[in-house]
């Protein structure tokens, strides 16, 4: 975030607060109150793709600890708002635990549970006023100051505002931005790459837990009152809303959400009736109408749609000049690195890979091929931790991979791409390609959201930098991942998973889908990494790509192995030449290798 | 609580639970075809129920004037997008379906209401209005939008909610509407007493459910719908419009709903905004099916019948509360067992 | 040409209320028109829309906005009728949540707030329904007069509900009452049958079914459905003709505490509050059609009469449109004797400000699917 662009929105807040209306102040506030809300679930929804229906109760619950606390102890709000904070975060570490582990829109439906449970406790407790609420709640202070006024809170309401909106930018735009971004369960992706999504999905979580409970502490001593009423299910609706009318993927959309919704509304409640002569009944159909109509024109909400037609910001240089990373020591050329020993993999009766073996020493390209549906990508779940194997022995550097995550294999200096280019589509292929180096940086949302991450995410930059001018795209750096067309998809994922510092380089059919030029460009990137001294496993079905190219085959069909060797050797043996030509008598003579 | 309190319990959670399952399964059968997650699917209950009112007091129901704009709208539109393309030879269909077809409903409803026809009659009505009503609805919010996230396409849909719940507000009023069941005979079954129209709802629920099984599995307009649900693309690949598939399967949710409609109000009384709670238990059941699967949605939609029934007799003030939380270990289980979906297919 | 002009001036609303307005008094109402509290909402403001422009010799603009139910907005509207327009007095709101959200508005910016709900009263809120206590203990009268030893209670879930028991407890106890079931159930649910079973299992011999409007007759449906032979008791909330029309065969023979409004036509003539509550009626069902008026239309009539009575008091001191205006405007409320209206006769104090007394109860029986007064 620009610190110039941050001074004119500061400024023009301050502007605002001596030349508006006091009714507008009042809005205001009702505004920036939500717009906190609404940037946890940017964070949350729209770039953790984790979209959440309970908000409102962390709202509550702060609202309600702060109101309980200060008229029945008497401590002072300013001591209730850790105490909010901290009981918020305990409840949503335990919801989250709970619920996190919901997948697609089990996640919606699950926070939607819990929220409206929690709201009947609200209404049920004697304790808490039951429906009729806690009122004259005391109002807050400031060094003797009374924040009783619309203005007085109106500062305060809009810095807690611009402060938050800062820190999502901080964390967005970092290691941990580009974990929480990198697609989470939905995709084997992230875990391939380090991310622990886990532990992501519960940091997210609880911060937007906490900046609801902010909002909370808040609104109760704004308005002064609480009541169950504001912390059910109509006000997790309202919130979603405006995540999602002001743009999910936009801090900025969450303040322009927050506007649209509750001043549009306070506006049409005044015009409609003034239009038509009646009250409150069309209000609700035409601002129905309205949000209908705007998401049919943008669709992903106002502020990309605004941004489209906006000039593209210039990228940031990345720093040429910042501290390598730690490379790990290369092994000697020719020792064993990979180790299969007779690996099954049996789903219910079928075995989708039956007793294989086989090696892979440092240095060489091997290749691993055989007709479709022989086991290939289940062999190279199974090495990489995708899937856990029925029975055998994977080895790494002569230590088992049994049992190990993708995670951990990683770590090891096992690194894999896709057989679908699993790019994140909407971010920059610098990003996509330093999400890659993601287990060779440290800073968690912490250190992230406030902005002690600077060092190493240079040199995280720069890694990726390096990398992708090693595959030869250091040009496109900064273009959207998905403009690109397949074949630099493809080599873009070959830079992100040289980004971890592997040993060992998984390349799931790298070639298909490629024209000839890309091949060529490809083989010649592969072998200039050999000559570099990586080690290559490839999947492939492209004869002719592999044959040129790799030092030794190994051939599989229905879950076994069939053949081992050099490729003239594999070319030449008839059970290969039958699992894929289905029995011939004859030798075939197949193109020699140049 | 003894055995014959528990019983009638029981039969209560069904009864209500049967209704929940009319739309449990459209909504799967929507998200299915559309992606679209149709909370507004109980305005369709509240107007075919409060529109059967209007009739017994011998009322047009007022909301055949949305039905009326709707259609001209949507033909309108329809009429100059195919002129655009130069298909002006569809315009005649397109009249036929999106303004004859209602305006006869409109103008049978405005005829038939003050005579009081029996029954089956203004049952009838109440439901071709809603029917008619739901494709138009689709055309209008979701058609131009038809491949947009599964997020927006929710908020498209809540909003319609509002919208939608505003008009019933409008056209019906603030306070509630209740009509005689439509069987009003009381079966003794031992201890029990079982409620004739319980007995209608699980009839229908099982012709409901007969129908559409044998629907799509029988016709080609069925498996049309069934080839959109289970593929989107490949369906419009081989030359299902998209489009079509959408309408009818809103005409259907309609249909459904309707039909529920006037089972509920029957039994219970009806307000503008009775839709909306309506239908968010149906989508509780329908998740439980991972709205995918059409036996688990109903057996589920059932089972949330029944434990709102128990709840309220425990702890009436926590009904919702306890149906709510039960859902979340059935979530974890399904997100444990259940088959991933694919990505973007979520919120 | 009226509405451009309302175009206008909801457009240029910061400049335009700006502007010093001339002996012009203004009302501001925030009602539920929507939500969940609409029936009452739309009657409230239904009566408001139906009051005269002009009270005496002063003109009286009224602004009514919609708050849905919901005290967020409440408190956003009342600010916006303070700070934009101006208002003098607050009408409002439907819901008690909601009344008692725009009470700190009034006492802070000390403009007159007359709810609609019955709420505690503070320094600038008066409330003008009849408030729970006063309704229930006609009830329990009637059921100590008529030997019931055990009574159950079936509620709304929300503060009426939690109002209404407190008060049903207040004095079942001392009459010798036991109060052996609590239940409770919300506005749309569509079964209250465990509800019904677990009131039948404690065998009682009066049913008290705290709620209001059509909601209410449900429980009452699925009593007399399960054989239920005990009487049922309502309260005002319920009585009204849509309830009537809901509950049919199944409310004949119940009793309720009402205002005199919901039987105005049966009061002698010599009771003040018969001419005003026929001249609402007859004001609003030629409008809204026959049996359309209920008793909260009768609350929103009664704050008009309050300010009509009080306001050549008020304007002796300040004009409106001041603060001292508001002042005076609240002095003058205090001071108020024996204002008569269409749901109560109204005396307040300082101390007082409900300002109302046993001649707003009334004990109404059903009969032909008809109130009539019962004694």
């Known amino acids: 975030m620009r610190l110039r662009g941050l001074l004119i929105i500061a400024a023009l807040i301050i502007a605002a607060s001596l030349f508006l209306p006091p009714f507008y102040i009042t809005l205001a506030n009702y505004v920036g109150l939500a717009s906190i809300v609404v940037l946890g679930l940017v964070l949350l929804g729209g770039a953790g793709g984790l979209m959440s229906f309970g908000q409102a109760a962390f709202v509550g619950l702060a609202a309600y600890a702060t109101a309980y606390l200060t008229l029945s102890y008497g401590l002072s709000p300013w001591l209730t708002l850790p105490v909010g904070l901290v009981l918020t975060g305990i409840l949503a570490y335990v919801l989250g635990a709970l619920t996190l582990r919901l997948t697609g829109h089990y996640l919606p439906i699950g926070t939607l549970a819990w929220s409206i449970s929690i709201y009947y406790v609200f209404a049920n407790v004697p304790a808490l006023g039951k429906h009729d609420g806690l009122a004259d709640i005391p109002g807050l202070s400031l060094f003797g100051l009374q924040l009783n006024s619309g203005r007085g809170f109106f500062y305060l309401i809009w810095a807690v505002v611009l402060l938050a909106v800062v820190s999502i930018e901080n964390i967005l735009d970092s290691r941990f931005g580009r974990a929480v971004r990198s697609g989470g369960r939905t995709t084997p992706m992230a875990e391939a790459l380090g991310v622990d999504t886990a532990r992501v999905?519960?940091?997210?979580?609880?911060?937007?837990?906490?900046?609801?409970?902010?909002?909370?502490?808040?609104?109760?001593?704004?308005?002064?009152?609480?009541?169950?009423?504001?912390?059910?299910?109509?006000?997790?609706?309202?919130?979603?809303?405006?995540?999602?009318?002001?743009?999910?993927?936009?801090?900025?959309?969450?303040?322009?959400?927050?506007?649209?919704?509750?001043?549009?509304?306070?506006?049409?409640?005044?015009?409609?009736?003034?239009?038509?002569?009646?009250?409150?009944?069309?209000?609700?159909?035409?601002?129905?109408?309205?949000?209908?109509?705007?998401?049919?024109?943008?669709?992903?909400?106002?502020?990309?749609?605004?941004?489209?037609?906006?000039?593209?910001?210039?990228?940031?240089?990345?720093?040429?000049?910042?501290?390598?990373?730690?490379?790990?020591?290369?092994?000697?050329?020719?020792?064993?690195?990979?180790?299969?020993?007779?690996?099954?993999?049996?789903?219910?009766?079928?075995?989708?890979?039956?007793?294989?073996?086989?090696?892979?020493?440092?240095?060489?390209?091997?290749?691993?091929?055989?007709?479709?549906?022989?086991?290939?990508?289940?062999?190279?779940?199974?090495?990489?931790?995708?899937?856990?194997?029925?029975?055998?022995?994977?080895?790494?550097?002569?230590?088992?991979?049994?049992?190990?995550?993708?995670?951990?294999?990683?770590?090891?200096?096992?690194?894999?791409?896709?057989?679908?280019?699993?790019?994140?589509?909407?971010?920059?292929?610098?990003?996509?390609?330093?999400?890659?180096?993601?287990?060779?940086?440290?800073?968690?949302?912490?250190?992230?959201?406030?902005?002690?991450?600077?060092?190493?995410?240079?040199?995280?930059?720069?890694?990726?930098?390096?990398?992708?001018?090693?595959?030869?795209?250091?040009?496109?750096?900064?273009?959207?991942?998905?403009?690109?067309?397949?074949?630099?998809?493809?080599?873009?994922?070959?830079?992100?998973?040289?980004?971890?510092?592997?040993?060992?380089?998984?390349?799931?059919?790298?070639?298909?889908?490629?024209?000839?030029?890309?091949?060529?460009?490809?083989?010649?990137?592969?072998?200039?990494?050999?000559?570099?001294?990586?080690?290559?496993?490839?999947?492939?079905?492209?004869?002719?790509?592999?044959?040129?190219?790799?030092?030794?085959?190994?051939?599989?069909?229905?879950?076994?192995?069939?053949?081992?060797?050099?490729?003239?050797?594999?070319?030449?043996?008839?059970?290969?030449?039958?699992?894929?030509?289905?029995?011939?008598?004859?030798?075939?003579?197949?193109?020699?290798?140049? | 609580m003894d055995s014959q309190i528990a019983l009638i319990l029981i039969e209560d959670g069904i009864a209500s639970g049967a209704i929940y399952a009319l739309l449990a399964l459209t909504m799967v059968l929507v998200f299915a075809t559309t992606r679209i997650l149709l909370v507004s699917q109980g305005e369709f209950v509240t107007f075919a129920a409060l529109s059967f009112a209007s009739f017994q007091l011998g009322v047009t129901p007022q909301i055949v004037w949305l039905l009326g704009a709707l259609a001209v709208i949507v033909s309108v539109w329809d009429s100059v997008d195919a002129l655009r393309e130069g298909l002006g030879r569809r315009i005649p269909s397109i009249l036929a379906f999106n303004l004859l077809l209602p305006a006869a409903v409109i103008a049978l409803s405005l005829w038939a209401a003050p005579l009081k026809p029996p029954v089956l009659v203004q049952a009838a009505l109440s439901v071709a209005i809603v029917t008619v009503l739901g494709p138009l609805v689709y055309r209008v919010a979701f058609q131009p939008v038809a491949s947009s996230s599964v997020r927006t396409l929710f908020v498209i849909a809540i909003a319609l909610h509002f919208v939608l719940q505003g008009f019933g507000l409008l056209f019906f009023g603030a306070e509630g509407f209740r009509a005689d069941p439509l069987l009003d005979i009381d079966i003794s079954l031992g201890p029990v007493l079982i409620k004739g129209q319980a007995i209608l709802s699980l009839a229908t629920l099982a012709v409901l459910t007969a129908g559409l099984y044998a629907f799509f599995e029988f016709t080609l307009l069925g498996k049309a719908l069934r080839a959109t649900a289970i593929n989107r693309v490949g369906a419009r690949i081989v030359g299902i419009r998209t489009p079509l598939a959408g309408k009818m399967a809103f005409a259907l949710s309609a249909f459904v709903g309707g039909v529920s409609g006037i089972l509920a109000i029957g039994s219970t009384t009806i307000y503008y905004d009775s839709g909306f709670l309506i239908g968010l238990k149906a989508v509780l059941g329908a998740i439980c099916g991972a709205m995918l699967s059409y036996p688990i949605a109903i057996a589920g939609s059932i089972g949330v019948g029944v434990l709102e029934a128990l709840a309220a007799f425990w702890a009436s003030a926590f009904t919702e509360a306890v149906v709510f939380s039960a859902l979340v270990p059935v979530l974890l289980w399904l997100s444990l067992y259940a088959a991933p979906t694919e990505e973007g297919h979520e919120l | 040409m009226k509405r451009l002009l309302g175009l206008a001036a909801a457009l240029a609303l910061p400049i335009v209320s700006a502007q010093a307005e001339d002996a012009v008094l203004t009302i501001g109402a925030t009602v539920s028109a929507t939500g969940p509290a609409a029936s009452l909402g739309i009657s409230e403001k239904n009566t408001i829309e139906l009051l005269p422009k002009a009270m005496g010799s002063v003109a009286v603009r009224y602004i009514i906005l919609d708050d849905g139910g919901d005290p967020g907005r409440c408190v956003r509207n009342a600010k916006q009728l303070v700070e934009e327009y101006k208002a003098d007095v607050i009408f409002g709101s439907s819901t008690i949540p909601c009344s008692i959200a725009i009470g700190d508005v009034a006492n802070q910016t000390k403009t007159t707030q007359i709810a609609l709900a019955p709420i505690h009263t503070s320094d600038y809120v008066f409330s003008l329904p009849q408030t729970a206590d006063l309704m229930v203990s006609g009830l329990v009268d009637h059921m100590k007069a008529k030997g019931v030893k055990q009574a159950a209670y079936l509620g709304f879930a929300d503060s009426l509900g939690d109002h209404n028991y407190a008060s049903f407890l207040k004095f079942a106890e001392p009459a010798g009452i036991k109060v052996s079931a609590n239940e409770r159930f919300a506005r749309n649910d569509t079964s209250v049958t465990a509800q019904v079973l677990h009131v039948m299992q404690v065998k009682p011999d009066a049913v008290f079914i705290s709620a209001s409007g059509t909601p209410a007759a449900l429980p009452a449906a699925e009593l007399k459905q399960r054989g239920y032979k005990g009487q049922i008791y309502f309260l005002h909330g319920a009585i009204n003709s849509p309830f009537l029309r809901v509950g049919a065969k199944n409310v004949e023979g119940t009793i309720a505490t009402a205002g005199p409004f919901s039987v105005a036509r049966e009061l002698p003539d010599s009771n003040p509050i018969k001419a005003h509550a026929m001249a609402l009626i007859n004001a609003y069902e030629s409008k809204h059609g026959t049996g359309s008026a209920d008793a909260f239309a009768a609350y929103a009539w009664d704050a008009h009469e309050l300010v009509k009575a009080v306001l050549p008091q008020a304007m002796a001191k300040a004009k409106p449109g001041t603060p001292e205006f508001r002042v005076a405007l609240h002095d003058a409320l205090e001071a108020s004797k024996e204002v008569a209206g269409a749901g109560a006769i109204y005396t307040m104090s300082a101390s007082n400000h409900n300002g109302i007394d046993n001649r707003a109860r009334v004990l109404v029986g059903i009969k032909d699917n008809k109130f009539f007064l019962l004694q």
């Open chain 1, 201 to 594: 999905s519960m940091a997210i979580f609880v911060y937007a837990a906490l900046l609801a409970a902010v909002s909370g502490w808040l609104y109760a001593h704004f308005l002064r009152f609480v009541n169950p009423t504001p912390f059910g299910l109509s006000a997790s609706i309202e919130y979603f809303f405006m995540t999602v009318i002001g743009g999910a993927t936009s801090t900025w959309g969450a303040i322009v959400g927050a506007v649209f919704y509750i001043i549009g509304k306070q506006w049409l409640q005044t015009l409609i009736p003034a239009l038509t002569g009646r009250v409150g009944q069309l209000d609700v159909i035409v601002f129905g109408l309205i949000i209908v109509g705007i998401l049919h024109y943008a669709r992903q909400g106002m502020v990309p749609f605004v941004l489209q037609w906006m000039p593209r910001r210039r990228p940031r240089d990345v720093d040429t000049n910042a501290e390598p990373l730690r490379r790990r020591a290369q092994p000697q050329a020719g020792t064993e690195l990979l180790r299969v020993a007779n690996v099954e993999k049996r789903f219910g009766g079928l075995a989708a890979v039956n007793g294989v073996s086989f090696d892979i020493r440092a240095g060489e390209i091997v290749a691993l091929i055989g007709p479709n549906g022989a086991g290939k990508t289940t062999m190279f779940n199974l090495i990489t931790g995708v899937a856990p194997q029925t029975a055998g022995e994977v080895s790494f550097c002569g230590q088992s991979l049994r049992g190990r995550r993708s995670r951990q294999v990683l770590q090891q200096g096992v690194a894999r791409t896709f057989q679908h280019a699993l790019l994140r589509p909407h971010m920059s292929v610098l990003e996509n390609v330093a999400l890659g180096a993601h287990t060779r940086g440290r800073s968690g949302i912490a250190r992230a959201a406030l902005r002690l991450d600077r060092r190493e995410e240079r040199q995280l930059l720069g890694e990726a930098r390096r990398q992708l001018e090693r595959v030869g795209l250091g040009d496109v750096m900064h273009v959207q991942a998905d403009s690109l067309p397949l074949g630099k998809q493809r080599v873009v994922e070959i830079a992100r998973a040289l980004a971890a510092d592997p040993l060992l380089l998984l390349l799931d059919e790298p070639a298909a889908g490629l024209r000839y030029e890309e091949k060529v460009s490809l083989a010649k990137l592969l072998t200039g990494l050999r000559a570099e001294g990586m080690t290559l496993l490839l999947v492939e079905h492209d004869m002719e790509f592999v044959m040129n190219l790799v030092d030794r085959l190994v051939v599989m069909d229905f879950g076994e192995k069939i053949a081992e060797g050099r490729p003239d050797e594999v070319q030449a043996n008839p059970r290969v030449i039958e699992a894929y030509l289905g029995g011939v008598d004859e030798c075939l003579p197949l193109k020699r290798a140049g």
